[in-house]
DNA sequence: CTCAAAATGAGTTGCGCACCTCAAAACACC
DNA sequence: GGTGTTTTGAGGTGCGCAACTCATTTTGAG
């Protein structure tokens, strides 16, 4: 009726005396310092796994007796999401100290790849890890080996570079989540058959490059009776967002579906129900009349828009989340910890009215 | 440009010289302990809050020096979702032995009250902290109480009681994972207008109840044009969910839309496919004829239906996430810590084909 | 067999706190 | 002022481990 999954109450004293050693060699082997003879070493695995010993991480924790410091690089300027992510590190500002763990933020200009990596360089003498919300670019990749290089553990945040020794990506798939996008899109326009338009921040930043050629993806293979129109882009900018889908809007009177790539929210939201309003005028429009509308992340704009009906659903990843992970991530790189992978793993959820968090 | 979240390197020591009082006065009031005048005690306090003082949780969990061990209980029987939940308990082993903590699986008849009643009852004096799936009855509220009365920790896991005086529920919120369902059904259904089945486990469950709840909720209100016929019991067999749910697809020509709220998802599935490919017989049917399918849970078995486009999208609740936010949540209760509200908050997922997990 | 190098044992210290004891001091009451 | 009670101080012990020193033993090379 009761099954045990955890027994545990040894001690390092244990395995040293299973092991016919002492515990000076215990720690020897457990800590890869030099000076014991292979056989031995050997002997002293087979004596932890036969247990499967595990350290008491609070005993080491003490024992180890250093506070460690981990740096979050984020980017300057007024982008919620970001926002949100550092608001949830200052949440966990208990959890953090009674863990004798430093965090701090570093602003910087993520767009530009050498302030970027001019900012990260600096880094690994004050901090034992790094966080970082990175441009996929050859010098920042070189910035982030270098890290990693001086003994420092770095993830990246939110953006990735794959092509870097980063111990660890802490972020969605931005393929899958422009796919989700697409499907949903397609799906909740129905049979209507039309024009969809994009806007996005610019082309030319890694993620949405990569949620466009996902929402394409799906579009081209699975909804041919919707035409995707060029990508607009808004520089995440509500005034220039407005603008250029405004202009769109006006031009083609058969589109159905509407994929907002990044931020920009209100300016593409402006748009679209002005648009809602000159139809009005002319005739009753029902549901079927509106634009199918998508977009990422949950914040106080989109939350709204959700609740109005005016956003039909956004893709959104758990800044939360992504902050916790993190900070998990770094800690157990410092100690050595196994990571919980499915526990770290970001979501791609698909937010709509009755499933708002 | 670095901005400083958490710094400490405080300890006892110094906030008792501080408060100009000893170590041990220090002690009393930080664990309650009495004998200190009300003077001291807030000189104490004062000192504490002043330096935003945390003691440091790995020497606390040193010193107290106590192996905690947790019960988890869960219905016995093959229900795939609870198998999840341990199998995710089982991948933890190693972080909970790490930190001395035991957890253990208690199978019981979750549905019989009394049955699940007598099985609490014994538990509080083996384990520190309980989480149990919990059936809504005056008895296991009682059998709750008592643990909670008795000092043990309790939290209820899937399925809540809300009248005890449990400390914490990891769950999601079933009305509204109904009404997402029906959002979902109502939008992918599209302009079309037709029937909608439900095909549920029991009506009696709680779960199921306030599922189909919040699916009528949405279904009524905003999709008029669809109309909910009676629930269906399939007591969450396969075998017996086929049978009712063809029955009715025989008798209705005009659904278009399937809730399955529980499990039986297989005999669902062959019922729905069965029809399907009747009609192909007849004519070459596109998407709009097809019926929208929305289930719940993320399984082997609702990931090849939503990978072969049988199924629509799956609400679901991260059985992982479960599993350590129970742990996590007893952990905090026994230590004393604070709960993260936010980090062991459940979500609905709308888990689509290109959002699989 | 000799000697240096390598491997190992034995032991110490301290991390920060919980928990305990005992004595001293402050206080309240008559 | 004396007595009993409450409050406080001082100190010790140990949790399990990391990190270190120094003495001792074993090993391998010559």
Redesign the pocket.
Known sequence: MAETLTTT????????RQA?????????V??NR????????RRVKEAIERNS????V???E?????ARRFAFVMPSGPNPFMQQIQDYLGEMSGWLSAR?LGVETVATDVFDPSVLAASLEGLSDDYDGIAVVALDHPGVRAAIDDLVDAGTSVVTLVSDVPSSRRHHYVGIDNIAAGRTAGALVGRLVGQRSGKVAIVAGSQGLRDHAERIFGFNQVMASEFPGLSVLPVLEGRDEDGRSEQVLARLLGRHADIVGLYNVGAGTQGVAKALSDKALNEKALSDAGRDKQVVFVGHDVTALTRRLLLQGVMDAAISQNPGHEARAAVRVLLALARGEPILREQEKIRIDIVMRDNLP
């Not at 016919?20 to 020897?28: I, K, P, W």
């Not at 030099?34 to 070493?41: A, C, M, Q, S, Y």
């Not at 003490?62 to 250093?66: D, P, Y």
């Open positions: 109450a040894l001690t390092l004293k244990d395995i040293a016919g050693v002492s515990l000076a060699t215990v720690d020897r457990l800590h030099p000076g014991v003879r292979p056989d031995t070493v010993f595990q350290p008491h609070a005993a080491a003490l024992a180890r007796g250093r004798r």
